[in-house]
């Protein structure tokens, strides 16, 4: 019973840097989205996709490109990265919408010095 | 605009009960959800309310009141395991969800 899960768990990166957070669900859920959480702020959407294939811009994009090349795979880089995208990232998966329940990843914490 | 609000921190005793309240300004809002956030740990759902009232799962009950746009999450019989962020979530006009900044629980026996 894997459900959702994150690779890497940890990453220190400087600045400019590149990287790519890997997220895979095992429960063929169509819905897929990438979170930031920050201290004092509730979870805010990234990017988010609807089927394979899909891809669609939250409330934070600036910074982030995905891709949704596989159902069961939801990836998100980071393709210079900057002090101000030191977060925890959270993957998760609905089997349709956002009015269904959503199953998260163990999350990424990411440090960009 | 959206917003959800809720208290930054609550504290409780031990096998008391504690309601944790959520005020919500969505456009185009469907229902509310409630997750529970362990430290360092992902959010797991709790509950989803689309109508108004009270749902019931077992020492947890969530309520809804869709006119005052409010809701709230009660836990009973309070276990030290129940020491959590509570996330208040809803959904808005662009298919999404809006997402509150969490209810540090502490309990304490």
């Known amino acids: 019973n894997a459900g959702v899960t994150q690779t890497p768990k940890f990453r220190v990166l400087k600045t400019g840097q590149s990287m790519t957070l890997l997220c895979a669900q095992d429960?063929?859920?169509?819905?897929m989205y990438w979170y930031r959480q920050d201290p004092g702020m509730g979870l805010r959407l990234i990017h988010y996709?609807?089927?394979?294939?899909?891809?669609a811009k939250g409330e934070v994009p600036d910074g982030y490109n995905v891709s949704r090349l596989k159902k069961q795979n939801f990836l998100l880089g980071l393709e210079s990265a900057a002090p101000s995208q030191t977060s925890v990232y959270f993957c998760a998966s609905s089997l349709q919408g956002p009015h269904q329940p959503q199953h998260f990843g163990d999350g990424t914490r990411l440090s960009i010095l | 605009g959206q917003n959800i609000d809720q208290p930054t921190e609550m504290t409780a005793t031990e096998g008391a009960i504690v309601q944790i309240n959520c005020t919500y300004q969505?456009?185009?809002?469907?229902?509310l959800f409630w997750y529970q956030q362990h430290a360092g740990e992902a959010p797991t759902f709790l509950s989803y309310?689309?109508l108004d009232g009270l749902e019931e799962k077992g020492r947890f009950s969530s309520f809804l009141s869709r006119s005052k746009g409010y809701s709230y999450l009660l836990l009973k019989e309070l276990q030290m395991k129940d020491s959590a962020s509570y996330l208040c979530?809803?959904?808005?006009?662009?298919?999404?969800?809006?997402w509150g900044a969490g209810t540090k629980l502490i309990i304490k026996p």
């Open positions: 979530a809803g959904t808005d006009s662009n298919y999404q969800l809006i």
């Open positions: 969505t456009s185009g809002f469907n229902g």
């Open positions: 309310n689309v």
């Open positions: 429960m063929n859920h169509e819905y």
């Open positions: 996709s609807v089927g394979e294939g899909t891809t």
